[in-house]
T-cell receptor, first 114, second 110 residues
Framework: DAGVIQSPRHEVTEMGQEVTLRCKPISGHDYLFWYRQTMMRGLELLIYFNNNVPIDDSGMPEDRFSAKMPNASFSTLKIQPSEPRDSAVYFC???WGQGVTEAFFGQGTRLTVV | AQSVSQHNHHVILSEAASLELGCNYSYGGTVNLFWYVQYPGQHLQLLLKYFSGDPLVKGIKGFEAEFIKSKFSFNLRKPSVQWSDTAEYFCAVSFYKLSFGAGTTVTVRA
């Protein structure tokens, strides 16, 4: 397996534009997590899914953020409209089963909103 | 609710020095504990994990961690660091969701 795959690796966009980040989890994993990493706030859990169902989205900062998982092999994180304070590295991670197994992280998407 | 706190924000060491990073968690149930490492410009990778059994767990690259239930702690140690250990280290707790501490930046001077 190629691991967790995120795209794009880098995204530069103008304020007000829609941004879509993509994640392909490891095949067979039933948990998927989206994190945001910034210098100021560290690694924040935004939302996680179990069997494609959103379980906890309490970390999603605003209504401008939305996440979907239409099937077991694909998830998106959308920001509409984007703002400069959304600039961060966004990581996707996947895991099999409850917390007894490790989560595997993608390479991240570095988002810059200008 | 589960939460994790890491004691140190930035640690600077010389090569061959010993390293210990503190981590405390709060969670009322059975916990699964992890230490992850993030090398500059890279994604997070697992160093070690604790689920049950021997409270002293050994991970990759000579790292180990000790789970002390009475203190709600899971401290990371390495007897002798190398320059290549320069990275950010994250403690994490998981039952269903996976929550991370703020991270500790470790800088090892050659």
């Amino acid at each position: 397996d190629a691991g967790v795959i995120q795209s794009p690796r880098h995204e530069v966009t103008e304020m007000g534009q829609e941004v879509t980040l993509r994640c392909k989890p490891i095949s067979g994993h039933d948990y998927l997590f989206w994190y945001r990493q910034t210098m100021m706030r560290g690694l924040e859990l935004l939302i996680y899914f179990n069997n494609n169902v959103p379980i906890d989205d309490s970390g999603m900062p605003e209504d401008r953020f939305s996440a979907k998982m239409p099937n077991a092999s694909f998830s998106t994180l959308k920001i509409q409209p984007s703002e400069p304070r959304d600039s961060a590295v966004y990581f996707c991670a996947s895991r099999w089963g409850q917390g007894v197994t490790e989560a595997f992280f993608g390479q991240g998407t570095r988002l810059t909103v200008v | 609710a589960q939460s994790v706190s890491q004691h140190n924000h930035h640690v600077i060491l010389s090569e061959a020095a010993s390293l210990e990073l503190g981590c405390n968690y709060s969670y009322g149930g059975t916990v699964n504990l992890f230490w992850y490492v993030q090398y500059p410009g890279q994604h997070l990778q697992l160093l070690l994990k604790y689920f049950s059994g021997d409270p002293l767990v050994k991970g990759i690259k000579g790292f180990e961690a000790e789970f002390i239930k009475s203190k709600f702690s899971f401290n990371l140690r390495k007897p002798s660091v190398q320059w290549s250990d320069t990275a950010e280290y994250f403690c994490a707790v998981s039952f269903y969701k996976l929550s991370f501490g703020a991270g500790t930046t470790v800088t090892v001077r050659a």
